[in-house]
């Protein structure tokens, strides 16, 4: 059972206009949010993150918005990007007590096109 | 140089073949992790140390075998490997197992024959 679900494999934008990538969730543990952006034959990089306790987290043109009664986030990007052209992977931290341990969603991939 | 560095990029092994992932990162990181990409699926954690300890093992089958003789280097020790194993191994690091931000090396495209 994936507790960490990206619903739609792909997205294409116009450029300029904006991209909204969503992220649904099922673990009411999950304290920490993510997300990452993975370009053809690269390891994911981290892009912006949010915290349990917050509901929005900005970071240039990247807004995460976070709705824990929804169990829901979404990642905004704004104004879209040529280069923002990759796939975004979702994804919920959770403490063990040991480690904290990372759920991927499937990812979303996204054109930004001309 | 990227900040964490793996090494190969693209192994094909037979399934008798006996092979290793190495992983290195420049980060002064403490934790590091390996992970599994499969086709169409999400990231899955397979191990994580930290302090060269390891603290999780994600029900992994004994033919993966990792080890961290040092905080900055991690190795996948593979052995008998079937078809089915073939994936993108992917090795992470971060500050610690509490830090959430993990960064991740390129991967190692794996294919079982």
């Known amino acids: 059972d994936q507790q960490v679900k990206q619903n739609s494999p792909s997205l294409s934008v116009q450029e300029g206009r904006i991209s909204i990538l969503n992220c649904d969730y099922t673990?009411?543990?999950?304290?920490?949010f993510l997300w990452y952006k993975k370009y053809p034959a690269e390891g994911p990089t981290f892009l912006i993150s949010?915290?349990?306790?917050?509901d929005k987290n900005e970071d240039g043109r990247f807004t995460v918005f976070l709705n824990k009664s929804a169990k829901h986030l979404s990642l905004h990007i704004v104004p879209s990007q040529p280069g923002d052209s990759a796939v975004y992977f979702c994804?919920?931290?959770?403490?063990?007590?040991?480690?904290?341990?990372?759920?991927f969603g499937t990812g979303t991939r996204l054109q930004v096109t001309l | 140089e990227t900040g964490v560095t793996q090494t190969p990029r693209h192994l094909v092994m037979g399934m008798t073949n006996k092979k290793s992932l190495k992983c290195e990162q420049h980060l002064g990181h403490n934790a590091m992790y390996w992970y599994k990409q499969s086709a169409k699926k999400p990231l899955e954690l397979m191990f994580v140390y930290n302090f060269k300890e390891q603290t999780e093992n994600n029900s992994v089958p004994s033919r993966f075998s990792p080890e961290c003789p040092n905080s900055s280097h991690l190795f996948l020790h593979l052995h008998t490997l079937q078809p089915e194993d073939s994936a993108l191994y992917l090795c992470?690091?971060?500050?610690?197992?509490?830090?959430?931000?993990?960064?991740f090396g390129q991967g190692t495209r794996l294919t079982v024959v």
């Open positions: 994804a919920a931290s959770a403490y063990t007590g040991t480690a904290s341990k990372l759920t």
């Open positions: 673990n009411s543990m999950f304290d920490y």
């Open positions: 949010i915290s349990s306790i917050k």
């Open positions: 992470a690091s971060s500050q610690d197992t509490r830090g959430t931000e993990a960064f």
